[in-house]
């Protein structure tokens, strides 16, 4: 008999592995910044009401969807932790362990805030607006597509963000209470938190944006419009996207726009050829409309509400700058998106992007 058959050598191979597998540290979510401020007690305390109501890494919940079962979590889990996790963290914080080398920072999904939605802005996403996302990804940033997924993979780990997503703005309600409070309440939990985080999302489901008119077949005199209203003092674009829309203005140069999450954010150059949004009319025209949640670019719904045809005006100029460089036009690319000058590159030092940019 070989040493490997001996039974002696098998058991403890077996041991060896059970062991092994003992000492493997469970996932648990990581609390904010904020629940770690509290005192002991109240920290217990908000936790066990967290788990009970958004539960907890071994037993997910989506808050306020009790029929997406465990079983769906569990395999929108599995896919988060095999593509996801590396980026936008297990508590889905947006600090996983290659984060802080990107631009954009990965999504932190606990303010439920998400930027590129066919909601109004400050709205919730629709549940299909994060399928899209995850569909087709962000061009020019590192969120990458996912459309070779299966259709149940991709419904499962949109479930699952859900449920990172709602934990987290329940753990802020949580901490409102509380320092309200000064104790975790159950009946408060239960009557005011956990609505308050459910009706958001409820009341986006019945507000999904359409066009107000119809999309044109897009001209030169489309085009022409859309740039006299990009230029024009009423809608500021070029305050933050420059002129020739390169997005070479003081603020973005400076580093002085920043988003909800706190990172330096800029105007985007709308010639590099990349939209993040999406390069569909469609999406071009919720971006004007709607805005980007989270970050300084507002909706213009309400500024043209009495001329709408010119948000497909503003369509088709932004198209045809973006496209511009494509059909061998100018101007010539800028300095590399984010560029941040030190106060030494602008008394006449040598130029360094600024640390904040890595952000």
Not at 32 to 52: G, I, M, N, Y
Not at 125 to 131: H, V
Not at 289 to 310: E, I, Q, S, W, Y
Request: glycine share 8%.
């Amino acid at each position: 008999m070989s040493v490997s058959k001996h039974p002696l050598f098998t058991a403890l191979a077996i041991c060896v592995a059970l062991a092994g597998c003992s000492r493997e540290t469970p996932v648990t979510f990581t609390s904010s910044e904020a629940v770690t401020k509290l005192p002991d007690q109240l920290q217990v305390d908000l936790r066990a009401a967290l788990a009970e109501h958004a539960g907890s890494h071994a037993t997910p919940k989506l808050l306020g969807n009790e029929d997406v079962d465990a079983a769906t979590l569990r395999r929108g889990q599995l896919v988060y932790h095999e593509r996801c996790v590396q980026c936008h963290g297990d508590s889905g914080d947006g600090n996983g362990p290659v984060a802080a080398s990107m631009y954009p920072r990965p999504r932190d999904y606990r303010k439920g805030i998400f930027k590129f939605t066919s909601t109004p802005y400050g709205a919730r996403p629709m549940r299909t607006d994060l399928i899209r996302t995850v569909n087709r990804g962000i061009q020019g940033t590192s969120m990458p597509a996912f459309r070779l997924l299966p259709e149940e993979d991709i419904a499962a780990v949109v479930d699952y963000v859900l449920s990172l997503t709602r934990r987290g703005e329940l753990e802020s309600q949580l901490v409102e209470l509380v320092d309200f409070e000064e104790a975790v309440d159950p009946e408060l939990v239960k009557d005011e938190c956990v609505p308050a985080v459910i009706q958001k999302w409820v009341d986006a489901e019945g507000s999904e944006v359409s066009p107000l008119t119809s999309q044109p077949v897009f001209t030169a005199e489309h085009v022409t419009r859309g740039r006299e209203a990009f230029l024009s003092e009423q809608l500021g674009c070029k305050k933050c996207h420059g002129e020739d829309g390169r997005g070479q203005t003081k603020d973005n140069l400076a580093g002085n726009l920043k988003d909800t999450w706190g990172h330096v954010t800029r105007a985007a150059d709308l010639t590099g050829g990349f939209l993040h949004g999406g390069q569909r009319p469609l999406d071009i025209y919720l971006r004007i409309h709607n805005g980007v949640n989270g970050t300084p670019m507002p909706g213009f719904a309400n500024a043209l509400r009495d001329d709408p045809d010119k948000i497909w005006d503003l369509v088709a100029y932004v198209m045809h700058v973006t496209n511009a460089r494509r059909s061998g036009e100018r101007p010539l690319p800028g300095p590399i998106s984010p560029y941040v000058p030190t106060a030494s590159a602008e008394s006449g030092g040598d130029a360094e992007a600024s640390p904040e940019a890595a952000e």
